[in-house]
């Protein structure tokens, strides 16, 4: 966890207790925009609703020109919920998913789903003031073999003088609910060479924000990127803390996150297209 994620971590709080439950039914192609989520998330209910499900039908048939037939086909029994955790000032979502043919694997890897999301309250937590925790969950990806789930929202310190934008994801085997990272579908050290170089594309960034990142970005040598990456995603090394950066993959192309300055916006989105693709 860099310096900057230390200082905010030691200042949050809360305490988390049972929370209700709501389930709401998303679409599960688009990417979340990082700042304005007005647009993309429906507003939380204040009482539980009946729980609906999305069919992914639809969404596994366009989601890769390399994904097979077969795992289309597959994919069509699977569906999932958008459930939320709340308790006083934290509201969380996290996919629930259903009709997975094992009903124990089923548990284990809703279990597992939840945990993951909820484990953004105790990165952020210290024993002192108590936090709001804001965070919508979109599913961009899911097929019989895998899931990618993908978080953004904002934590705020009670007291504090502006809210800190959080990004995280969570890509899950469901054949041997192994949580995917970054070195599992590339290496990190090539990662950081990418980073560092001219030819890197940051995902929805244009103008001053821009162009602070890139120059922020000459802070952080090779091996410092590389480390980071080396640590990205879930599961978490507890000895190491909260990850500076998280990945998902969609349609073969790779995007994973580095941090950045607040006034950069907290984290920004890389953009890498294997050649093979």
């Not at 097929?143 to 978080?151: D, E, G, P, S």
């Amino acid at each position: 966890m860099t310096n900057r994620n230390i200082m905010i971590a030691a200042l949050l709080s809360g305490t988390v207790i049972a929370g209700a439950i709501v389930a709401v039914a998303y679409s599960a192609m688009e990417t979340p925009d990082k700042i304005d989520l007005s647009s993309t998330y429906t507003t939380a209910a204040t009482t539980a609703q009946p729980e609906t499900t999305a069919s992914i039908a639809e969404t596994a048939a366009s989601e890769s020109p390399s994904q097979s037939e077969a795992d289309q086909n597959q994919a069509e029994n699977i569906s999932y919920s958008i459930q939320q955790y709340t308790e006083d000032s934290i509201s969380i979502q996290y996919p629930v998913l259903s009709n997975m043919g094992d009903a124990a694997k089923e548990e284990q890897v809703n279990r597992q789903l939840k945990e993951n999301a909820l484990s953004v309250i105790e990165a952020y937590r210290s024993d002192s003031q108590k936090t709001a925790i804001t965070i919508k969950c979109q599913v961009p990806s899911i097929t019989r073999k895998r899931i990618t789930a993908l978080y953004t929202g904002s934590v705020s310190p009670d007291g504090a003088a502006y809210p800190t934008n959080v990004f995280y994801t969570n890509t899950l085997d469901l054949s041997s609910c192994k949580d995917l990272a970054l070195r599992d579908y590339t290496d990190p050290y090539t990662m950081a060479g990418y980073v560092l170089s001219d030819d890197v594309q940051f995902h929805n960034l244009n103008g001053q924000v821009l162009s602070a990142v890139l120059e922020e970005r000459k802070l952080t040598d090779i091996n410092s990127y590389t480390a980071i990456f080396e640590a990205a995603d879930f599961p978490i090394d507890q000895s190491k803390g909260w990850p500076d950066s998280f990945s998902y993959e969609k349609q073969g192309e790779i995007y994973f996150s580095i941090p950045v300055s607040h006034a950069a916006g907290d984290y920004a989105l890389v953009k890498f297209i294997p050649e093979t693709k």
